[in-house]
């Protein structure tokens, strides 16, 4: 399974501290809650297209000695099977269905399919967003979940909404892929957690 790695900060920030397995090391397991440090496992690599780099990333992985499942600490700035990251991810919907709103940085180019595939899964998301959000900020009025979920996720920060709906909830900022349970997990177990 994939949990949040502990870390903040940039990708590459990211990059250099992986290094070190103690680092992180997670001290027990979380899906058969084995109360004893993982073992290192290796990494497995993934793409990411943030708005300064575009590129392979790795990430660590950890192996349970008793259940011998693989738990990965995926960065926070990525989200499962997507190859964009969240800020891009966030600058694009934000210019999209949100335009009213002043942007620092000039919207991300964006292939107009994987453009269209967001905007689906987020409308699909909305209002299960500005219901789970309502945790963290207090919902404001706008025309439809669409805008309010935004609006929420700006006044959060998409980051820290992402921590708190993957890390509490297992839900996907834009829900998770069809084919897999709702927490996120596959049926079978498998190690193939590269982005689409
Ligand atoms: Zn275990």
């Not at 991810?89 to 940085?105: M, S």
């Not at 453009?115 to 219901?131: D, H, K, N, S, Y």
Request: with cysteine.
């Amino acid at each position: 399974m994939q949990i949040l790695h502990p870390f903040a900060g940039s990708v590459q920030q990211y990059t250099e501290q992986l290094a070190d397995p103690n680092r992180h090391r997670p001290s027990h397991c979380p899906q058969c809650r084995a109360n004893h440090p993982l073992t290192a496992h290796g990494f497995y690599t993934r793409t990411l297209s943030d708005v300064a780099f575009d590129g392979i990333i790795r990430v660590r992985r950890y192996l349970c000695q008793a259940c011998q499942r693989t738990v990965s600490l995926l960065p926070e700035f990525a989200l499962p099977y997507l190859r964009s990251s969240i800020v891009v991810i966030a600058l694009f919907l934000l210019t999209r269905l949100l335009p009213a709103q002043t942007l620092a940085a000039a919207p991300p180019a964006m292939p107009y399919q994987r453009g269209q595939f967001w905007m689906r899964r987020f409308r699909a998301q909305a209002e299960a967003l500005c219901a789970a959000l309502a945790a963290l900020t207090k919902p404001r009025p706008a025309p439809d979940f669409v805008h309010r979920a935004l609006i929420m996720l700006e006044s959060t920060g998409w980051i820290a909404a992402h921590r708190f709906l993957f890390a509490g909830l297992r839900h996907h900022l834009l829900g998770w892929p069809r084919g897999l349970a709702p927490d996120g997990r596959r049926a079978a177990f498998s190690s193939a957690d590269a982005p689409a």
